[in-house]
């Protein structure tokens, strides 16, 4: 009798689930609704309303009504203000409600919504219109309350820096017992625009340490949106990015900080799918396929990078750099924008012990100065600290320029790049970046820096202030893609690392409060945004990129982050294809090295005379007994058609 019971009660629950409906979602990262048919909104809120009564809920009126009716094409359109328990209880609102097919809640303040709606007939009115197949829909703060897992904002807002540094910060404030149309998720809004990947990261690991258990985050970017139909496919509207964050490996700390090997992401543009109950992901218009290279290093060197040029939260890379790297006796050449910054520098290394130490700016003047010649080769240390963009992008070229890159990638080199110089030790550096909205308005400028991490861009001051916090974050996706990159690296205020060779690799070594964030493109498809807010090809698009699959890290010192192992050293591993002069500074010889078997040479004085000329081979020297020491240009041409090259020599 009791197994008679048993499969009566399964068969009715099973013939429950059967004819129960799923309704559909409608989560929008944020931002102004904009007229137009062809508007980053319209056409996932016409989805969401056409033909249909909505009923919009904040806890006060706003001017989405209209919008909704003339724009979307809903039946009718009414605003609700609901800003107490008392009134979200009412069984009058309940019974108004139970007569729309589409619930949309507003931006506002979610803890304001969790506090007055949790338990309220206006919840049984959202839940039991969604299981009757209607639309559930919110926009910022209205978005954050319909995943399972809601950052409710108890306290305020939880800002990145915050998170990164310290998973149990009191902001942090989650819970699951809200609703539940889309188990195991965590949603977060205005993510590019107020940079919070390090926020979201730090609301999974807060979930798994205190849960025990991983969940998805999805960080919705503002002028961005899902439909998410009654099978559970999601599909992006609008000008930026979905961007989930799926956790592939634990979360642990150190001291407070935030550590993870590997949060797997994926950023969805306009047109891209995401199956929210199977995890299944359509690509869309991602049609570019992105395969970087392995990091190439050409010299064993070591390279710090820091955040910020505070003099004060730099002292920790100070003394490294002094007392634990090279020798406490190598002389420091500081090469500077800003003389008064570089000496108070000076001081505070010879304080830690440093007696060999030189300041000298960079500057038109510098570019050919045979004394900063002298000075480059002979100082295994150099900190670059407080220079222009416009500064080294005028240096560069030069014979001391190119003198100073070969000098960094040399073996023994140890070089520091504080702040904004950060950027340069990559290979792509972002410009404008302080800018208000240069992202959005496409006003992000990409150039060439010294390359010492191969494949990488740096960028410094991440949450410098929340004017620039979109510029950042969406810079070093973008310039991965556009410049076929395979890492990008964010530093704040609050770390720095060091880039270095412990015999089997090079390994990145992140210090301070904060860790240092890893971004790593794994190889696939990957896009650029192609819509504007109104859906007008007059203006550009945001500088926003998709990507299949990126890989996103937190390290410090003691899980340190392999960051190339494919060297190539200074003459040996040359390869066949890269003609160079080696060695280099030279004395009373040179080899040309990678250009075949054969090639023509021109000797030239930086002045443009012609010194010399002839033809060689891959193991001839070229004497330099006849030339004084100095800077001199040698052209290289390969036998037989091949590859032409121009290069600085150094006469010692």
Not at 334 to 355: F, P, Q, R
Not at 450 to 471: A, R
Request: aromatic residues 12%; proline residues 3%.
């Amino acid at each position: 009798m009791k197994n008679k019971n048993f499969f009566f009660l399964l068969f009715m629950l099973s013939t429950v689930l059967l004819h129960a409906q799923n309704g559909r979602l409608l989560i929008v990262g944020g931002g102004s609704e904009k007229n137009g048919a062809n508007s980053w909104s319209t056409p996932a809120y016409k989805w969401a309303g056409e033909g249909r009564r909505v009923a919009m809920i904040g806890t006060s009126t706003g001017s989405l009504a209209p919008y909704f009716k003339q724009q979307c094409g809903a039946a009718f359109a009414r605003e609700f203000a609901v800003n107490s328990r008392a009134a979200a209880d009412e069984q009058s609102l309940y019974d108004t409600l139970m007569t729309y097919q589409t619930i949309f809640f507003r931006g506002g303040d979610q803890y304001d919504y969790y506090n007055y709606y949790k338990g309220t007939k206006l919840l049984d009115a959202v839940r039991q219109i969604y299981q009757n197949g209607g639309t559930i829909g919110g926009t910022s703060a209205g978005m954050h309350i319909l995943s399972e897992i809601v950052f409710n904002a108890r306290l305020g807002s939880a800002y990145p820096d915050e998170c990164i540094e310290d998973p149990f910060n009191k902001y942090i404030t989650l819970a699951d017992d809200f609703l539940d149309f889309v188990p195991g998720h965590l949603f977060d809004t205005h993510f590019c625009e107020r940079g919070r990947f390090g926020r979201l990261t730090g609301f999974l690991a807060n979930y798994s340490f205190t849960k025990g258990m991983d969940i998805v985050g999805l960080g919705m970017d503002d002028l961005t949106c899902m439909t998410i139909d009654e099978h559970g496919l999601g599909t992006v509207f609008g000008t930026g990015c979905a961007n989930l964050y799926i956790p592939g490996s634990p979360f642990s700390q150190h001291d407070t900080k935030l550590l993870v090997d590997s949060v797997r992401v994926v950023q969805l543009l306009h047109g891209c799918t995401y199956h929210f109950k199977t995890g299944e992901i359509g690509l869309g218009t991602l049609t570019a396929e992105l395969y970087p290279e392995d990091m190439i290093t050409k010299g064993n060197y070591t390279v710090f990078a820091s955040g910020t040029k505070l003099l004060q939260k730099n002292l920790a890379l100070l003394n490294d750099l002094q007392n634990h790297t090279g020798t406490v006796t190598d002389p420091v050449l500081i090469l500077t924008g800003d003389l008064a910054l570089a000496n108070l520098y000076k001081d505070e290394l010879v304080m830690l012990g440093s007696n060999d130490l030189v300041v000298r700016q960079i500057d038109g003047s510098s570019a050919d100065d045979p004394e900063l010649s002298q000075l480059i080769l002979r100082s295994p240390k150099i900190i670059l600290l407080s220079n222009t963009t416009e500064a080294l992008r005028a240096f560069i070229p030069t014979a001391n320029g190119l003198l100073l890159k070969d000098k960094l990638q040399s073996d023994g080199t140890i070089a520091a790049f504080l702040g904004d110089d950060a950027r340069f030790a990559g290979k792509t550096v972002v410009d404008n970046f302080y800018e208000e909205y240069a992202s959005y308005y496409a006003e992000l400028n990409f150039e060439q820096g010294f390359g010492l991490l191969d494949q990488t861009v740096i960028m410094p001051n991440t949450f410098f202030n929340s004017d620039m916090y979109e510029n950042s974050a969406t810079a070093v996706p973008y310039a991965m893609a556009r410049d076929t990159l395979k890492y990008g690296i964010w530093l704040t205020d609050e770390n720095y690392f060091r880039f270095s060779n412990d015999g089997s690799g090079y390994k990145l070594h992140g210090y301070g409060k904060a860790p240092v964030m890893v971004l790593r493109n794994e190889g696939g498809k990957a896009g650029f945004s192609s819509r504007t807010s109104t859906g007008s090809t007059s203006s550009a698009p945001r500088m926003v990129a998709g990507f299949e699959k990126l890989t996103f890290s937190l390290v410090d010192h003691s899980v340190p982050y392999e960051l190339g192992s494919n060297m190539v050293g200074t003459e040996e591993g040359i390869t066949s294809d890269e003609i160079r002069l080696f060695p280099n500074p030279a004395d009373t010889h040179f080899f040309v090295k990678g250009a075949g078997q054969g090639f023509e040479f021109v000797m030239m004085g930086m002045d443009g005379r012609q010194l010399s000329s002839g033809e060689g081979s891959k193991d001839e020297p070229i004497r330099l007994d006849h030339l004084e020491s100095g800077m001199y240009l040698v052209m290289i041409r390969e036998k037989n058609g091949g590859s032409f090259q121009a290069m600085k020599l150094v006469k010692l």
